[in-house]
């Protein structure tokens, strides 16, 4: 087994590795920039590296200084979590070359699944469905004879990318310059090169991801599948497991194809395989299924998975890594009642989901019968404006669907988070909303329904609401016998309250 591990991430994926390691007892060293200092992680490791200045690019990102941090403090291994340098293969090989233990997929695994053109090249020759495409687009004009080819509406994809970045949907010929355009400069900022391809758009699909998970002995299964179509411009804000569009026929099939594609490749540690999956109109549990790409890592929402089969997927990654054969079979996995994640962003959603980061004055996670809670959140710290969005990962595990859409929503009453605004309450829109609950949900849902919008109107209609509430009591004091005084104090002890056009900061509060 592995005696110390150095977790190359943050926040609440950098908890979840270093919990896994306390469990096997291993050790595990943490990292931080100069924002994250004193963040939850960094108290919970044996001990903690500072490796730089706020920006990514200047602490997370340095591959060398990370390895260096593990020589440094005695660790035989790198856990690279979730984004950051979790598929980067070259990454990958300097660990190794540092003679460390790298915790995730071979290399060559990562090389052959991480570019999404040479992905759908390898799902085509293992028999798994693919969306009609183009190989890597040279120029515009490339990209104009393809897009011909193929038949509008396209997607334009960053091909070393992913999280929705380089992503275009062009919907008629005179658009495709422009787009392509756009889309190589940003894969360029974002991966390093410029490279994008396209595919057939599919209409309103629905986007369902199937874990597999492999060790070095030829041992690979597949642990059921994961439906995230509740996005926003192509990022998950919730999943769950099972998906209830699937039969256990479809569940098998596409659990069978996902684990032909990982063998083909020589994957092993854990993955996931990203499908869109467009349903036979007015038919139930029939559609086919495109291959849509591998993450070569762990998923952010792996814990649903681990709601439903009761599996570790972080311990196995580390026992896997240690060169333990995989203990599970095929026959192992069985699905038990229904799994939710709901992403808790500091994000306003009645403000168009602008971030908000900012201190943490009040945390109390929910708890309960079937509640889980994965964050980094701790009283005092400060949630930095230089990362991703998200501060928490509120799960919920029932019997049923409904009755797990109902746990959600008595936990995300009881959840209180209190220093900046988060998108809670587009969760309790959202698990309240009739057709989420009966699961007619494609990709397209949220705009579809507009529930920030509906959120935004709400919010503003509350805030007139006690703006006009404070005027009337403030004239109700000015009119009555003696009340001018009590008016007065009002107005100089809450003078923000009782000012027409309170300030946005404190409207968000909830102050009226």
Known sequence: MLKRVLVANRSEIAVRVIRACRELGIGAVAVHSDADAGGLWTRMADQAVNIGPAPSRESYLIGDRIIQAALATGCDAIHPGYGF????????????????????????AMDRMGDKTRARAEAAAAGVPTAPGSPTLRDAA????????????????AAAGGGGIGMRIVRKAADLAGEFASATAQAKSAFGVPDVFLEKFIEKPRHIEVQVLGDA????IHLGERECSIQRRHQKLVEE???????????????????????????????????????????????????????TRLQVEHPVTELV??????????????????????????????????????????????????????????????????SGLVEGWTVPSHYDSMVAKLLV??????????????????????????????????????EFRASRISTGFLEEQDIAGRIAKDVEARRKAGRAGVAALVSALDAAPGGGLAGQHLRSTFPKVVAAGASRSWAREGDT
């Open 85 to 108: 340098l979790s598929e980067r293969a070259d990454f990958a090989r300097a660990v190794q070359k540092a003679g460390l233990v790298w915790i995730g997929p071979p290399p060559s």
């Open 142 to 157: 490339h990209a104009a004879s393809e897009a011909e080819r193929v038949g509008y509406p396209v997607m334009l994809k």
């Open 217 to 220: 002995h030829g041992n690979l």
């Open 241 to 295: 497991a099972p998906s209830p569009a699937l039969s256990p026929a479809q569940r098998a099939d596409i659990g069978a194809k996902a684990v032909a594609l990982a063998k083909r490749v020589g994957y092993q540690n854990a993955g996931t395989m990203e499908f869109l999956y467009q349903a036979s109109p007015g038919q139930k549990n029939e559609g086919q299924f495109f291959f849509n790409e591998m993450n």
């Open 309 to 374: 089969t009761g599996v570790d997927l972080v311990q196995w990654q580390l026992r896997i890594a240690a060169g333990e054969t995989l203990a599970l079979q095929q026959s192992d996995i069985v699905l038990r009642g229904h799994a939710f994640e709901a992403r808790i962003n500091a994000e306003d959603p009645a403000r168009g989901f602008a971030p908000c980061p900012g201190p943490v004055r009040r945390w109390r996670a929910p708890s309960g019968p079937g509640v889980r809670v994965d």
């Open 397 to 434: 595990h029932a019997g049923t669907r409904e009755a797990a859409c109902d746990r959600m929503l008595r936990a995300l009453r009881e959840l209180e988070l209190e220093g900046f605004a988060t998108n809670v309450p587009f969760h309790q829109a959202l698990f309240a909303h009739p």
